[in-house]
């Protein structure tokens, strides 16, 4: 990472990138692989730097990436560019040369932004790809569906689960061959507790609002049918699809209620019916929604905002009628189990386009449960890459020597089974393998909760979690010698780390700390910190123009500013704001005819943008050489620049360079 054109310093590395692989303290770049040998451009003592190496960077910092744009530029800019580039590689030459690579704090940052960086890189990207443009297309419809849950824990063993799953398609059929009613089956056989009032139905839905399978037997089962038995983490389901209709895009919504109780002013249901109705009239007549919610709704959450609930998912008899609804539109009134109900939409915020949808739908994959299967893709290539070899026998014999206490995150290994720690459990590679002891090791240092039911479960668990776990390490590790890219960016962000923490060393925190040489600095070139005529001032501020001039009316009239803040502070501190402040002729902040009044000079209001102010001049002051308490801000600006300027010519001279001018004049040709 290097400096843009205009400026000859590091560029901040993005807090938000942060990412992984282990890391000798050596440049990432001597890692490469074999390729076609690009021409030579630059020549240091103990480094080059190739044609194609520019080229990249240059393409990266001066045209997003590009190649082709920057094909126009001038010799003259990459000349600049190149100036740059040059300063930047001996800034680092020089951090290495001072060992900043190798301290604890280095290690410690690097590694951090190690971890985020590698994280696009460890995906199926082809696998994630078909799920963005998958989930798109689904978010582009509404499904109303109901379900029947039968229980069934994760973890259950293989006879439980046929059980389970036979059960189910039993139901099944009795639906579709012997046309029982969906609705009564599920509020007779769904161990789902809504079942009883909704009768299993969910209401409307869209993409990501459901667990991933269940999702996706709701979009893949045709309307009117119900899908075969499909398996969540809650256990087996009946997806039964009662509509499918376009989705116009995310809908807020608001509603009026009117409740049953003696809390409410409906006693009775009569009563209810009369009271929404009555309040159904006046909104056909023109009454305005928000308000009559303010003044009727028994729920005072959403009563206090006009009735707004949002854009989340609502009761499913809600639902319904906002997927039918326009924007601007209200329900008739209906019955939920809460009370009657009168709903309006508010707004509608249409779909996207996929471009503009791709990294939101990307960011809810990571969150979503469908996440695995881009993940399950990326293991099942790694291990094909890597030759994967696994041994069942170890893993076996070591479920027979664990007891209990592995449930419960306590067991501790013995002395007695070492032959059988020492077994290998899988291999990959070369020269990579894990043995039980790798397993143990893992299991000792994470103590996973655990939620298994019995010891194979629970070795089973920890056992996925480590493979998943040491193949993508195994990968991280081969990645820079496989990706161009990543090794680049990572080189990238290592030179950056270094040359930030020298240039905070050498010219940031030391033009600062410094200050016998700031100080020394700032008298060898006074000449450089002139300023014209300028005024002190006491300054009032207000937003209330009124409440300004009555204050001006005050001072002039002899008040002490406690008086003027007590008269109209009191209630509000920030109605008069009063502040000391130093205006410079020359410099436009400031009407330049109150230069010539004297002090004790009140002035009149001035418009400043969305506030006022006035002025009462305290001291003038004439034209002349800042004092160095009045220059130090400027003074340490330049002096830093004063620093980087000397220390450049020492690096210059430490790392000197050469230029191949026939490569030069071929860039980006």
Not at 4 to 21: A, D, E, G, Q, W
Not at 278 to 291: M, N, Q, R, T, V
Not at 332 to 353: C, D, Q
Request: a positive charge; charged letters at 30%.
């Amino acid at each position: 990472m290097i400096p843009s054109m205009k400026r000859n310093y590091f560029l901040l590395i993005p807090v938000f990138l942060i990412f992984t692989i282990g890391f000798s303290g050596q440049s990432l770049a001597q890692s490469k692989k074999k390729k076609k040998k690009s021409k030579v451009l630059l020549t240091f003592d103990k480094e080059t730097v190739s044609k194609d190496e520019f080229e990249r960077v240059y393409a990266k910092n001066n045209s997003n990436g590009g190649k082709e744009n920057v094909k126009t530029h001038t010799p003259e800019q990459y000349r600049e560019y190149l100036d740059l580039y040059v300063n930047f590689k001996r800034k680092v030459f020089a951090a290495e040369a001072e060992g900043l690579q190798n301290t604890t704090a280095f290690k410690r940052e690097f590694e951090q932004y190690r971890k985020q960086l590698v994280q696009p890189y460890l995906s199926a990207k082809d696998v994630e790809d078909k799920l963005i443009q998958e989930a798109y297309d689904r978010s582009g419809y509404l499904i109303d569906a109901s379900h029947l849950l039968i229980r069934l824990a994760e973890d259950a063993s293989p006879d439980d689960t046929l059980a389970k799953y036979n059960n189910l398609l039993e139901i099944r059929d009795s639906i579709m061959v012997h046309d029982k009613d969906f609705a009564e089956m599920a509020k007779k056989y769904s161990e789902d507790p809504s079942a009883s009032k909704n009768e299993g139905n969910l209401g409307y839905f869209s993409a990501f609002a459901m667990v991933y399978p269940f999702e996706s037997a709701a979009y893949n089962t045709k309307v009117g049918e119900v899908s075969m038995p499909v398996r969540t983490q809650f256990g087996y389901h009946l997806v039964k699809v009662n509509d499918r209709i376009s989705n116009e895009g995310t809908k807020r919504a608001a509603h009026i209620i009117v409740r049953v109780g003696d809390r409410y002013s409906a006693s009775n249901d009569e009563k209810a019916k009369e009271i929404i109705n009555e309040i159904y009239e006046k909104l056909k007549s023109g009454g305005d929604f928000a308000e009559l919610a303010q003044q009727y709704s028994d729920d005072p959450n959403t009563a206090k905002r006009g009735g707004d609930l949002g854009t989340n998912r609502l009761l499913p008899a809600m639902e319904k009628y906002k997927y039918q609804l326009k924007a601007g539109s209200f329900s008739e009134p209906f019955k939920t189990s809460y009370g009657y109900h009168i709903l309006k939409v508010t707004e509608v915020s249409e779909r996207g386009s996929f471009d503009e949808s791709k990294a939101a739908l990307k960011q809810k994959i990571s969150r979503d449960s469908r996440s695995q299967i881009s993940k399950k893709a990326l293991l099942n290539r790694i291990k094909t890459e890597n030759k994967f070899q696994d041994y069942a026998a170890p893993l076996d014999s070591f479920k027979k020597v664990v007891d209990g206490n592995f449930l419960r995150a306590s067991w501790k290994p013995d002395t007695l089974h070492k032959g059988l720690y020492e077994q290998v459990l899988f291999s990959m590679g070369k020269d990579y393998k894990a043995t039980v002891q790798s397993l143990i090791d893992f299991y000792l240092k994470k103590r996973p909760r655990n939620t298994s039911s019995t010891i194979s479960a629970a070795v089973n668990k920890v056992y996925n979690n480590f493979l998943e776990s040491e193949l993508l390490a195994y990968e991280e590790k081969l990645l820079p010698e496989k990706n161009d890219e990543y090794r680049y960016l990572l080189q990238e962000y290592r030179d950056g780390i270094l040359l930030f923490t020298l240039m905070e060393k050498k010219v940031w925190k030391k033009a600062v700390e410094d200050t016998t040489g700031l100080q020394a600095f700032y008298e060898s070139n006074k000449d450089s910190f002139k300023a014209d005529a300028r005024i002190d001032v006491r300054e009032y501020r207000s937003s209330d123009k009124d409440a300004l001039a009555k204050a001006l009316t005050m001072l002039k009239a002899g008040s002490t500013e406690a008086q003027i803040d007590s008269a109209f502070n009191a209630e509000n501190p920030l109605n008069i704001r009063l502040t000391s402040m130093t205006y410079e002729k020359g410099q436009g902040l400031i009407d330049e005819a109150l230069f010539e009044e004297g002090e004790g000079h009140i002035s009149g209001i001035i418009e400043s943008g969305n506030f006022f102010r006035a002025v009462k001049i305290t001291e003038k002051r004439p034209a002349g050489i800042r004092t160095f308490d009045e220059a130090k801000s400027a003074a340490i600006t330049r002096y830093q620049d004063y620093l980087e300027k000397t220390w450049l010519e020492e690096l210059a001279n430490t790392y000197p360079v050469k230029i191949n001018e026939k490569t030069f004049s071929k860039l980006f040709k």
